[in-house]
């Protein structure tokens, strides 16, 4: 007889025997767990229970047990805590209650997989700046491990990546209860790798990684100079990559930018798919100060989110900053506030968006090789000036993303084909010659320091 | 059943026995104190309440006569002792099956329930005992028990976490997410395993022991913990789950530490807490080149406020806002005059701690900057 038609007998019988009273305080949320070698197993909700129906109506149970199926010998009576039911859908409504209220985000983060619910696929904003790492994220999220394995996504700080990978873990958690999923910043992976060989348990370490569907790491540019630990990394990269389980990674530039990295693993990063989110657009930015808003309950007049969405380019998450500085300053002033309170809130709180001119990079570029500007625009082909010349095309098309025929507008008229080249060539010699690629570093560091 | 025993007894555990209680539409007798004489404890009656999610056993001197139980409700007993002043010593006796309390010139009456139906508390089978003096305890659950969840949503932060180990001090730790109260006390127990305590079952506890002298005996297994205390032997469920992992949440270094006058900081926070607004919004500027706290709140309807307090102050200037009632909290359970105010900058968490010892520490999140 099957489990759940033996109790419901069995709990007919005592119906009968005992007052409505007792039998729905202690036959509430009881039934058979298990039935083993004649003996059954019975959930009962609390000690309370257990007690009670161990000292009080054992015998009758047994009774009613042994009528229905005389196979059953014994009963043993299990705790089985009630207190776990459909926490996962309530929570989200008590969070909303403390918009302005911060909470300890880690302690909803789940010890398992690292995984924070609140960065869905849902909340995050689409714009042409991360279309195609959007597109990627949800693919792969649905066909794990075998169109674009591994999935690197690089870009900016603040512009979403972590919120893109751990959408992917969560949506897969949705969809699919038994993947192993696992997300992990680079530098908890380093430092929990160095604690697993202080305690002679690096089998383990790497047994918890090898066993992942979908293993997931974040800012991986973090491995630059760790020999140790991409040694390892690289043996789990292979041991997932062979079984087909998908490997998702961000980092804050491509594969090849990032430096002290092995070759092997830095091809095998560029071997899947790579995509790249990019600073959002105005238009896109507009949409993300709308979205937090709403999501706020909160209204700025349209003038204020545009001046806000005009000055803050870099990242969404300064964007948001800048946000709650604002609403912050409007809720302690209990009033509206003017475009130029906001300028002058902006000024304090956003640091100063650093502009680089066309202008600078010719400038810095002329100085560190120590040649005049003119030289640079002009159309000298020595040697050395066609190598700082090419180096200014790249870092354009880089570092500002320009177009090739505005860089070549630039340049004296050039054909952008003419530019395509110099990109291309400079993209090419970085990686075999050491010299220039310090050359270009150090040029960057000067262009970029505050 | 027949008995005699010092009415103050009676009276005293009887109150305690009847907050435990309960009204349950379907068990009426968990609303009654079951009070039993058994000739193998002789020298002693025994006095039970439970609401099937905490129980309480007390031990009280009598003299007994003939052996017996009985169950009563445990709010008429408790009403008719409180107001009775006639006598020191009192007589009860089972009559027809109801409770009589007799004195001299004096007899009462009281309903009793059918004692079959009264269930019995749960045994744990493992004797694992840790023992400290209930004093400390106390404190420790008293030093962070505000600071749990009410919501039960979570039952694993409605609750208090204690942990142990040969290494580590007994720790008492509390989150509802929105702040974080943690309590170390110097006993290191091996074979300690972590427990989580209902925070209803904590407010019970700290009621029944708080003025009580002595150790306090803590049993307990995957299910229940049982407190022994002389003749008191209380009992609750546990919650089987698993704590945070609240370390991960502690920062381990600052940018800003101000150390101030814990009197002076609690009664401006309360001043404050005037012209706050519908969120307790206080704000805080922390000037390191005057060495003051600014502290400021505005509210539409009453009108705004605005003081400085002087403070030592390490590292930059921030300016944050806080829920005045959080950090006012945790004020209460810090022994010391001055606390350390440590900050990481806005929307990280600030952690309040004693100035020099450093077996309490208290988080608490911002508003949104």
């Known amino acids: ?450 | 059943m027949k008995i005699t025993c010092l009415k103050k007894h009676l009276k005293d555990s009887i109150s305690l026995a009847e907050k435990i209680t309960n009204k349950n539409l379907h068990l009426p007798i968990l609303g009654s104190v079951l009070i039993s004489a058994k000739n193998n404890k002789p020298g002693k009656i025994k006095l039970t309440a439970t609401n099937l999610e905490i129980g309480i056993e007390i031990n009280i001197p009598a003299k007994i006569e003939e052996e017996g139980e009985v169950a009563v409700p445990a709010g008429i007993i408790n009403g008719f002792l409180s107001n009775f002043n006639k006598a020191d010593n009192i007589n009860l006796e089972l009559v027809n099956n109801n409770l009589v309390i007799s004195a001299p010139n004096t007899s009462t009456l009281i309903k009793s329930y059918p004692i079959d139906d009264f269930p019995s508390l749960p045994t744990i089978k493992e004797e694992n005992v840790f023992s400290l003096p209930v004093k400390e305890f106390i404190s420790g659950l008293k030093s962070v028990y505000y600071g749990a969840s009410l919501s039960g949503i979570k039952p694993e932060i409605s609750s208090v976490y204690i942990n142990s180990s040969d290494k580590t001090p007994l720790v008492f730790v509390a989150t509802d997410s929105f702040r974080l109260a943690e309590k170390k006390i110097p006993y290191k127990f091996k074979g300690f395993s972590p427990l989580i305590i209902p925070y209803r079952s904590i407010v019970e506890i700290i009621r029944i022991f708080e003025n009580k002298e002595g150790d306090i005996d803590i049993i307990f297994d995957k299910n229940q913990i049982i407190l022994i205390v002389d003749n008191i032997k209380f009992i609750s469920r546990l919650i089987d789950g698993i704590f945070p992992d609240y370390k991960q949440i502690i920062p381990q270094k600052f940018t800003t530490t101000a150390v101030v006058n814990k009197e002076d900081l609690m009664n401006i926070l309360k001043t404050a807490s005037i012209f706050s607004g519908r969120l307790n919004e206080v704000n805080l500027i922390i000037h390191k080149s005057d060495n003051m706290i600014e502290i400021k709140t505005s509210s539409q309807e009453t009108g705004e406020y605005n003081t400085t307090i002087n403070s030592d102050i390490i590292g930059e200037d921030i300016k944050i806002s806080f829920n005045y009632r959080y950090i006012v909290d945790c004020l209460n359970y810090i022994n010391t005059d001055t606390i350390v105010m440590n900050f990481n900058g806005p929307n990280k968490p600030l952690v309040i701690t004693n100035k020099n010892t450093s077996d309490f520490q208290y988080l608490v999140m911002p508003m949104n900057a």
């Open chain 1, 1 to 450: 007889m099957e489990k759940e038609k033996l109790w419901e007998g069995v709990l007919a019988e005592i119906e009968l025997n005992i007052s409505p009273a007792n039998f729905t305080t202690w036959f509430q949320n009881t039934n058979i767990a298990n039935k083993e070698d004649g003996t059954i197993f019975i959930n009962v909700p609390n000690t309370f229970a257990k007690e009670w129906l161990f000292n009080k109506y054992h015998k009758l149970i047994t009774k009613a047990l042994r009528c229905l199926d005389p196979n059953v010998r014994s009963v043993e009576y299990i705790i089985l805590p009630q207190n776990s039911n459909n926490l996962q859908k309530n929570q989200q409504s008590s969070h909303k209650e403390s918009e302005n209220q911060l909470e300890f985000n880690e302690l909803y983060i789940n010890s398992e997989d690292n995984l924070n619910p609140r960065y869905t696929f849902d909340s995050f904003i689409v714009g042409s700046f991360n279309e195609l790492a959007y597109t990627a994220a949800e693919t792969i999220s649905k066909n794990l491990g075998s169109q674009y394995n591994p999935l690197f996504i690089y870009g900016g700080t603040g512009l979403g990546k972590t919120h893109l990978l751990q959408a992917i873990g969560n949506k897969l958690k949705e969809t699919n209860n038994s993947a192993k999923i696992r997300y992990i910043t680079s530098e908890k992976f380093t430092s929990d790798l160095i604690e697993s060989i202080r305690s002679n348990n690096i089998y383990n370490f790497k047994e918890k990684y090898r066993q992942c569907n979908l293993l997931i790491i974040d800012d991986i540019q973090f491995f630059s100079g760790k020999q140790k630990t991409q040694e390892e990394f690289f043996h789990i990269f292979n041991s997932l990559y062979e079984s087909n389980r998908q490997i998702v990674f961000s980092c804050d530039k491509p594969p090849k930018h990032i430096e002290g990295l092995e070759e092997r693993l830095r091809s095998r990063f560029e071997g899947g798919m790579m995509v790249d989110v990019s600073k959002p657009d105005f238009e896109s930015r507009l949409a993300i100060l709308k979205s937090k808003l709403e999501s706020k309950n909160f209204t700025l007049p349209n003038e204020t989110i545009e001046y806000i969405a005009s000055v803050i380019k870099d990242s969404i998450r300064e964007l948001e900053g800048a946000l709650n500085i604002i609403i912050g300053e409007i809720k302690v002033k209990n009033r509206e506030i003017s475009i130029q309170e906001i300028k002058d809130i902006l000024k304090k709180n956003i640091k100063p968006y650093k502009t680089v001119t066309i202008n600078a990079i010719i400038k810095t570029i002329a100085d560190f090789y120590n040649i005049e500007e003119k030289f640079i625009f002009g159309k000298t082909r020595k040697k050395e000036y066609v190598t700082p010349r090419q180096i200014a095309m790249y870092l354009l098309r880089e570092d500002f993303n320009s177009s090739f025929p505005y860089i070549g507008k630039k340049f004296g008229g050039r054909d952008h084909t003419t530019v395509i080249y110099s990109y291309e060539k400079i993209l090419n010699e970085i990686n075999k010659n050491e010299r220039l690629n310090q050359e270009i570093t150090q040029i960057r560091e000067i262009l970029y320091k505050d």
